[in-house]
């Protein structure tokens, strides 16, 4: 190319030094900046004055002119070269990536690394018009890879299997979910019990607890307590702990003192099942004082009602149905047939200051005991009269082999209260 290029211009410069230059016009040959020459703009040749060049110089002033021209278009060439190397990579890649073919791009494009036109000005043109067909494919292989990743459709195979262990799976959950309900529902019962079970232990210890205490401090002796209800309702009342055995006889002693009236009430009974009336004390409204054995009722010549402490003991034996009364230390009255060979049952329920009409209930007010009771036992046997008058007058001290009175075997309920007793010798100056 180059040698064209010079013999072109020696042919020039030969053709126009036979034909002589015109008169006072000389002419120079400057070399072009890359800026006119990418423009497409020619500067005119500028006009010497004075002075000729030898055609000699003129042909190296063009060739060097045509040289300076031919590297910077190589140049430009080799730069716009690695720009499109840079972009085919890049575009390369791109369909790589996204696996798709742009439509109208394959087989039939034109291959724009292929020869190039040798007019600087159409080999500009056509690399502009290659730098953006190459961005427009990019930009439009970037705009499908997007549209695919966001638009793509599963098969429907896929779509089915993953449906199927979505299904599994939430199959899975609501069973375990069902397992964890049951665990907790057996967990919320058992947890109950405990603390049901925890509970009663920790209000029995309370309990005992509270009985050691009182026994130990409230008391000079477990003894020496009585049992206070000062009102006549149906809801004060003591109970005792034990119940009884089967007996065939017994003898029951307490200390009481009352000034009720009319009658000073139901000092105490004994409920079984089937029968609410197998031992009772009772004097109601102006009847004098009755013992009933299974619902049979004696009459006693007792009188208890002024205020002041006395001594009460009652025996009975099955034999006959024989009984005796004893007010202070004295026998006041005697009886029998009185539910003779009958046994009292055992098992029941035994109630201080209220006459049962249920085991254990059914209190009727009228018939409650007002007052103060101490020293209640009671003996598997008949005393004799002397240790009956022993016990009266302080000189012994005999509790009860079948029911003693202590204090951790009374409980009091409905404000019946417990306090400390006066002496056996206080309650005798009280006669």
């Known amino acids: 190319m180059l040698a064209l290029l010079a013999a072109g211009v020696a042919l020039a410069v030969a053709a126009r030094a036979q034909d002589g230059p015109a008169p006072g016009n000389r002419f120079v040959c400057t070399a072009l900046p890359p800026e006119a020459v990418?423009?497409?703009?020619?500067?005119?040749?500028?006009?010497?004055?004075?002075?000729?060049?030898?055609?000699?110089?003129?042909?190296?002033?063009?060739?060097?002119?045509?040289?300076?021209?031919?590297?910077?278009?190589?140049?430009?060439?080799?730069?716009?070269?690695?720009?499109?190397r840079e972009l085919t990579g890049k575009l390369a890649r791109c369909e790589g990536l996204a696996g798709v073919k742009v439509p109208g791009k394959a087989g039939t494009g034109k291959d724009t690394m292929g020869d190039l036109p040798r007019d600087p000005g159409h080999v500009v043109e056509q690399l502009s018009r290659s730098l953006q067909t190459l961005k427009d494919r990019l930009e439009s292989l970037e705009h499908q890879l997007r549209m695919n990743v966001s638009n793509s459709v599963l098969p429907g195979d896929f779509?089915?299997?993953?449906?199927?262990?979505?299904?599994?799976?939430?199959?899975?959950?609501?069973?375990?979910?069902?397992?964890?309900?049951?665990?907790?529902?057996?967990?919320?019962?058992?947890?109950?019990?405990?603390?049901?079970?925890?509970?009663?232990?920790?209000?029995?210890?309370?309990?005992?607890?509270?009985?050691?205490?009182?026994?130990?401090?409230?008391?000079?002796?477990?003894?020496?307590?009585?049992?206070?209800l000062p009102l006549r309702t149906n809801y004060l009342y003591g109970k005792i702990k034990k119940t009884l055995p089967e007996l065939y006889a017994f003898t029951i002693c307490l200390w009481l003192r009352s000034s009720a009236s009319p009658?000073?009430?139901t000092p105490f009974s004994y409920a079984v099942p089937g029968q609410a009336n197998e031992i009772v004390l009772i004097e109601w409204g102006n009847n004098p004082i009755e013992l009933l054995i299974n619902d049979k009722v004696a009459q006693l010549p007792l009188f208890v009602s002024d205020g002041k402490w006395h001594h009460i003991c009652v025996t009975w034996t099955t034999r006959d149905g024989m009984w005796e009364a004893f007010q202070d230390g004295e026998k006041l009255g005697t009886g029998e047939n009185l539910a003779p060979w009958h046994p009292i049952k055992p098992g029941g329920v035994l109630i201080l200051g209220q006459e049962q009409d249920t085991v254990g209930g059914r209190f009727d007010a009228t018939q409650a005991f007002v007052g103060e009771l101490s020293q209640f036992n009671i003996w598997d046997r008949v005393l004799r009269a002397q240790e009956i008058i022993n016990i009266a007058n302080c000189s012994t001290n005999m509790p009860g082999n079948i029911i003693p009175w202590v204090d951790n075997n009374v409980d009091v309920f409905g404000g019946a209260s417990k306090w400390p007793v006066e002496t056996c010798e206080e309650r005798l100056l009280d006669l």
Request: proline share 3%; aromatic share 2%; hydrophobic share 40%.
């Open 159 to 228: 779509r089915e299997v993953l449906q199927r262990r979505l299904g599994e799976l939430e199959r899975q959950l609501l069973h375990k979910v069902a397992e964890l309900e049951d665990e907790k529902s057996l967990l919320h019962n058992e947890t109950s019990a405990h603390r049901l079970k925890t509970e009663s232990a920790l209000n029995a210890l309370l309990q005992r607890v509270t009985e050691l205490e009182r026994g130990n401090s409230a008391f000079k002796s477990p003894d020496a307590f009585k049992v206070s």
């Open 263 to 265: 009658g000073i009430g």
């Open 38 to 84: 990418r423009a497409g703009c020619l500067l005119p040749a500028m006009p010497m004055q004075g002075g000729a060049l030898s055609p000699e110089d003129e042909l190296r002033a063009a060739v060097l002119q045509l040289r300076e021209t031919v590297v910077q278009q190589k140049e430009t060439l080799g730069a716009q070269r690695e720009a499109i």
